[in-house]
Every structure is written in C-alpha cells, then in structure tokens.
C-alpha cells in the first residue's frame, strides 16, 4: 500500500480493524502448512475485495488480524468473506488431516472479536500483536504470521 489513505472518488478514509477469531473447538491446528494456506487465502480475499493486511498473526489456536477495509464494506461482510471463504477452502483441501476433530460445515468457530483502531493507537495493538508470538511460544511451536508490508 503506498498510502496511509484511500482515496474513493468521494471520499478519503482509513478504516482499520483488529479481528480476533478462532477454529471450532479452539483446536491447535493452525500450524504448517494449514497455517501456510490460511495466508494465502486471506491474501486472495483481501485482493480480490481491495482490502489490506496490515498485520497477521497466526497462533495455534486463533488469530489476530489488521486490516483496513473500504467505506462499502462492514466488519460482519468482512468476516463472512475471510472466514467463510476459507472454510470451505480448507475444509476442501485438507479434509483427511480436519475430519477426526472438526466435523460439520464450518472450520471457524461462530463469532469474533473486532474493535476498530486509529492511528494513535495502531502502534500499540501493533506491538501487541508482536507479543503475541512471544507469549504463546511456550505453548506452540508455530512461526512468525505474516508482517506489516
């Protein structure tokens, strides 16, 4: 992204949100290259709809997501895009390795948490976010998730 703004051609804004969500049961299987997949696919839906990430962490067993959406786009469409979307992908693709401990339709437990950030307290969360490795390393051997670009 080259500018902190996007430029609509009546508007100029800077929606950030935080999201944090986790897989049903909040299992611990968001490693290799599941965790891996999931990138890609929030990449592509976040192309796809003209959204960026600024910040992605991948723990075990959830994840936080930075990104910056468009004034037509609420958080819930947002949600139902990358989470929906993914579902179905990984449900798909990895079905073998999922079926023994996820069954039914959905690969995302049901709901999230959003909160929507400005620039004075970007750094902060950002930080955070940082943490978040550090703190659950211990716990999981997973690797570092995608960075601000």
Same mark, same amino acid.
Not at 43 to 63: A, K, P
């Given at each position: 992204m080259t500018s902190?703004? $996007?430029v609509g051609s009546h508007t100029k804004h800077r929606l950030?949100?935080?999201?944090?969500?986790?897989?049903?049961?909040? +299992?611990?299987? &968001?490693?290799? +290259?599941?965790?891996?997949?999931?990138v890609e696919l929030f990449?592509?839906?976040?192309?796809?709809?003209?959204?960026?990430?600024?910040? &992605?962490?991948? &723990?075990?067993?959830?994840?936080h997501l930075l990104i910056q959406l468009n004034t037509s786009d609420s958080p819930a469409k947002a949600m139902q895009y990358i989470k929906g979307g993914s579902s179905i992908m990984l449900r798909k693709e990895f079905h073998?390795?999922? +079926?023994?401990? &996820?069954?039914?339709d959905s690969f995302w437990a049901d709901g999230y948490f959003t909160e929507t950030i400005?620039?004075?307290?970007?750094?902060?969360?950002?930080?955070?976010?940082n943490n978040?490795?550090? $703190?659950?390393?211990?716990?999981?051997?997973?690797?570092?998730g995608l960075k601000a670009r």
């Open positions: 902190k703004y $996007k950030i949100y935080h999201f944090t969500f986790v897989p049903k049961y909040r +299992k611990e299987i &968001l490693r290799g +290259k599941l965790k891996k997949r999931i990449e592509e839906c976040c192309e796809v709809n003209d959204w960026y990430i600024h910040q &992605l962490e991948i &723990l075990s067993e959830h994840i073998n390795e999922l +079926k023994a401990f &996820l069954w039914g400005g620039s004075k307290n970007e750094e902060v969360i950002k930080a955070y976010l978040q490795q550090t $703190k659950h390393s211990k716990a999981s051997h997973s690797s570092p």
